[in-house]
């Protein structure tokens, strides 16, 4: 698929990029950039760049999409507290979703030409639009434009339906607790898992990495941010890094007896969905 659009550039609307991109490529941008800054600052202008998106990621899956309204369907449930009624009368699943979408998604201020706003409002979400004019001829639109789940990547994707799980056993629906919520949380790790999907690598603390992961990532139990072990997959004595990649949030019964006691094979066939980080972990030195 492709996305055209012309847009302007300057270095302080770096941060505004609606795109992720692989941190090898972050050289040959910033080359590219500081090139095209020197140009516009010559010339006094923002020079106008005809941009091309491609995607060349994988989307994310239906199974992903089925489960966040899942979710979004207990967490409104929960929140009218079992009792339905008309859409104006009771908190729905669309309502909860776009109020995450205002709090979460990501968004970008860029200028639109007019022949190109209808392929661009047609895969991205314009929250806002202010007509631009030449000669008192429309030329095109400042907008704003938001990314909604339906253009995220699977990884995107992981970390939306985390924090609805995360909000779900914050405000007392636990997984471990209820069979309804129970298999979803099982099978959307297994789904982690198999895609080889490790969540929040950028958190630099371990307060962070708790506050981020609340759930016992083996059991599903509720431990906040204060409570359970940060466990280490391979100790830092063993040659461990003290990092994401190497951490799990566990309760004190997974960590102290389950994997203490028992070991790493024995904890890998109870709670599967963790096999490929723990082997990952194991497997790698400092």
Not at 25 to 38: C, I, P, Y
Not at 94 to 118: C, G, P, V, W
Not at 145 to 152: G, I, N
Not at 220 to 225: T, W
Request: positive net charge; contains cysteine.
């Amino acid at each position: 698929m492709k996305i055209k659009f012309i847009a302007t550039w300057d270095k302080q609307r770096k941060g505004n990029l609606l795109l992720d991109y692989k941190e090898k490529h972050e050289k040959e941008l910033d080359k590219f950039f500081s090139k095209l800054e020197a140009l516009q600052i010559k010339k006094n202008e923002l020079k106008e760049l005809e941009v091309t998106v491609e995607y060349h990621y994988k989307k994310r899956t239906l199974d992903q999409n089925a489960l966040m309204w899942s979710l979004y369907a207990i967490e409104a449930n929960e929140q009218n507290g079992g009792v339905s009624g008309h859409a104006d009368q009771v908190v729905t699943s669309a309502e909860l979703y776009n109020a995450d979408l205002d709090q979460h998604a990501k968004r970008a201020t860029i200028f639109i030409a007019k022949e190109y706003f209808d392929s661009v409002s047609s895969s991205w979400k314009v929250v806002e639009k202010k007509p631009i004019y030449k000669k008192e001829e429309l030329y095109g639109y400042q907008a704003t434009v938001m990314l909604t789940t339906s253009k995220m990547t699977t990884v995107q994707m992981a970390y939306w339906i985390d924090r609805i799980f995360n909000r779900l056993a914050y405000n007392g629906v636990q997984v471990a607790d209820s069979s309804e919520i129970q298999n979803y949380w099982q099978k959307w790790r297994g789904f982690l898992n198999d895609n080889a999907i490790t969540l929040h690598a950028e958190a630099d603390s371990h307060k962070k990495y708790k506050r981020a992961n609340p759930i016992c990532e083996a059991t599903g139990v509720y431990l906040g941010d204060t409570g359970g072990h940060l466990a280490h997959i391979r100790s830092e004595g063993a040659g461990g890094a003290d990092m994401p990649d190497n951490w799990l949030h566990l309760s004190l019964h997974a960590h102290l007896v389950i994997q203490h006691q028992q070991g790493w094979e024995h904890f890998k066939k109870l709670f599967p969905h963790l096999k490929d980080k723990i082997e990952k972990a194991l497997g790698a030195r400092k």
